[in-house]
């Protein structure tokens, strides 16, 4: 049985808002483009959890959106109109003092379309993340499930466990609709990641099926399509899974497809 104090621990963040301009607009891979963020407003930006969610408020094109008021009656927006929203992934680099978002590039998507477009000098409105669920790294053993939407998060969890001496025995199921997508973790060859190519459910299901769960000192983290994650998650249900160490996560929902 894991002790109490290595459970993920919850931490919570004053809510604020930041206006901040775009620094660097790069594409990172076959499908992701990272838009870097700065300005004095970062100041104080904390984000402690790898998985963490970033409000991300678009302005209406060629407007300039101002940050809402947070008061004793709630969030409080200029025109009385909340914009379209969306979560991302924070990658906080402290020692840069920037922030950046790795936008997944499809047609339709109200994010990934601002992100293609971004240039210097624009800026964005963020809010969050208001906490954290912080992970620790040194579990024994980790497994890490995800598909388009929580690469960002993936890589940035990798990139962390990567500067440990002793690295954990990790183990990534990643689904993608492109084999082409694979370089956005390229740089992560010495984690074992299986690929799943077309978005195969059944795939995963039986990848997860042949694990087999140590009785401690292990962390799951399943996330992607809200159904999806469903039946990811009964895969463990026979297996005396600490709930606490199973993080089930739904990074989006098939009604709400292309919206991001």
Same mark, same amino acid.
């Given at each position: 049985?894991? $002790?109490?104090? *290595?459970?993920?621990?919850?931490?919570?963040?004053?809510?604020?808002?930041?206006?901040?301009?775009?620094?660097?607009? $790069?594409?990172?891979?076959?499908?992701?483009?990272?838009?870097?963020?700065?300005?004095?407003?970062?100041?104080?930006?904390?984000?402690?959890?790898?998985?963490?969610?970033?409000?991300?408020?678009?302005?209406?094109?060629?407007?300039?959106?101002?940050?809402?008021?947070?008061?004793?009656?709630?969030?409080v927006w200029a025109d009385g109109i909340r914009p379209?929203?969306?979560?991302?992934?924070?990658?906080?680099?402290?020692?840069?003092?920037?922030?950046?978002?790795?936008?997944?590039?499809?047609?339709?998507?109200?994010?990934?379309?601002?992100?293609?477009?971004?240039?210097?000098?624009?800026?964005?409105?963020?809010?969050?993340?208001?906490?954290?669920?912080?992970?620790? $790294?040194?579990y024994a053993w980790q497994l890490y499930v995800c598909?388009?939407?929580?690469?960002?998060?993936? *890589?940035?969890?990798?990139?962390?466990?990567?500067?440990?001496?002793?690295?954990?025995?990790?183990?990534?199921?990643?689904?993608?609709?492109? $084999?082409?997508?694979?370089?956005?973790?390229?740089?992560?060859?010495?984690?074992?990641?299986?690929?799943?190519?077309?978005?195969?459910?059944?795939?995963?299901?039986?990848?997860?099926?042949?694990?087999?769960?140590?009785?401690?000192?292990?962390?799951?983290?399943?996330?992607?399509?809200?159904?999806?994650?469903?039946?990811?998650?009964?895969?463990?249900?026979?297996?005396?899974?600490?709930?606490?160490l199973l993080r089930c996560v739904a990074y989006w929902?098939?009604?709400?497809?292309?919206?991001?």
């Amino acid at each position: 049985m894991t $002790e109490k104090s *290595r459970y993920p621990q919850r931490v919570r963040n004053e809510l604020r808002f930041r206006e901040l301009s775009v620094l660097r607009v $790069e594409r990172i891979g076959a499908g992701f483009q990272r838009v870097v963020l700065g300005g004095e407003a970062l100041e104080g930006f904390s984000s402690q959890g790898f998985d963490d969610h970033t409000k991300i408020f678009f302005p209406q094109p060629g407007t300039r959106l101002i940050p809402p008021t947070v008061t004793d009656e709630g969030i409080v927006w200029a025109d009385g109109i909340r914009p379209v929203a969306r979560d991302y992934t924070p990658l906080y680099d402290a020692e840069r003092h920037e922030l950046a978002l790795d936008f997944f590039i499809h047609a339709g998507g109200v994010a990934s379309t601002w992100a293609v477009n971004a240039r210097v000098g624009d800026t964005l409105t963020i809010g969050g993340p208001r906490g954290s669920l912080v992970v620790p $790294e040194d579990y024994a053993w980790q497994l890490y499930v995800c598909d388009e939407s929580g690469m960002p998060a993936l *890589r940035r969890r990798l990139e962390g466990l990567q500067r440990l001496a002793q690295r954990p025995q990790v183990q990534a199921i990643v689904s993608v609709h492109d $084999e082409a997508l694979k370089d956005y973790l390229a740089h992560l060859k010495d984690f074992n990641i299986t690929w799943i190519v077309g978005h195969d459910e059944q795939a995963i299901i039986v990848q997860l099926e042949q694990l087999t769960l140590p009785p401690e000192d292990y962390f799951i983290w399943l996330t992607g399509e809200g159904e999806a994650v469903k039946n990811f998650s009964a895969v463990f249900d026979g297996q005396a899974c600490d709930p606490q160490l199973l993080r089930c996560v739904a990074y989006w929902h098939k009604k709400e497809a292309l919206k991001r």
